[in-house]
């Protein structure tokens, strides 16, 4: 069975400094891994994936994650935070096609 | 403590045919209820977001319609089906309560595959 954890439900950070969202996961395959953001009002929007290609996986807005697979993880990291990033950030693990399991969700605040 | 059931989990159907997907949530009153899509290969797309009974709004244009008979009842229909509508369906609700502090939570999903 796969699960997705996201450690924290809350990350408050400062404008400018680094962001960091948590996420572990656990699957008998080889996933497919996502973080998609949401804004207020605003559906969900992909921010990233990994597909078994580069562990490195850069996105949009300056965000980006690294598949590790020994420790289980797939950590979003942004080295600057802005105020636009504030908003829900979910991480996502796939198998195949058919099966897609949501993390519960981590809020971002950006204090000016 | 509200769940959310969608169903069924896997459906096939042939191109031409019609569709119905159906969500129910229990243990809450009122929440916004949505149907959002993931094509191969893209991200979450939304289809339908509904606040109330009756009420719907579409964000894309396209061959589906959805219908909110029941404050806790979402159904995603179609006459006719396309290719292009295979894909994964997930519903999904919110308690609506601030535009800042909405928390989406997701149903299991469907995916459709039409031939």
């Known amino acids: 069975a796969q699960s997705v954890t996201q450690l924290d439900s809350h990350v408050s950070v400062s404008e400018g400094t680094p962001v960091l969202l948590r996420c572990n996961y656990s699957?008998?395959?080889?996933?497919?891994l996502f973080w998609y953001v949401q804004h207020p009002n605003k559906g969900l929007q992909l921010l990233l994936k990994?597909?078994?290609?580069?562990?490195l996986v850069k996105g949009i807005n300056g965000f980006e994650a690294e598949f590790k697979k020994s420790e289980t993880s797939f950590h979003l990291t942004k080295p600057s935070a802005h105020m636009s990033d504030a908003a829900e950030y979910f991480c996502v693990v796939r198998e195949g096609y058919q099966k897609v399991t949501f993390g519960t969700g981590t809020k971002l605040q950006v204090i000016p | 403590s509200q769940t959310i059931h969608q169903w069924p989990a896997t459906l096939v159907q042939p191109v031409g045919s019609p569709l119905s997907l159906e969500c129910t949530v229990e243990g809450t009153s009122n929440p916004n209820l949505y149907w959002y899509r993931q094509a191969a290969g893209r991200g979450l797309q939304l289809l339908f977001y509904s606040v109330g009974i009756g009420q719907i709004s579409s964000e894309v244009p396209q061959n589906l319609s959805a219908s909110r008979p029941q404050d806790r009842q979402f159904i995603l229909s179609s006459k006719k089906l396309l290719l292009s509508d295979s894909g994964f369906y997930l519903c999904?609700?919110?308690?609506?309560?601030?535009?800042?502090?909405?928390?989406?939570?997701f149903g299991s999903g469907t995916q459709l595959s039409v031939l």
């Open positions: 699957s008998s395959y080889s996933p497919s």
């Open positions: 999904a609700w919110s308690l609506g309560q601030s535009a800042t502090n909405e928390k989406l939570f």
């Open positions: 990994y597909t078994s290609a580069a562990t």
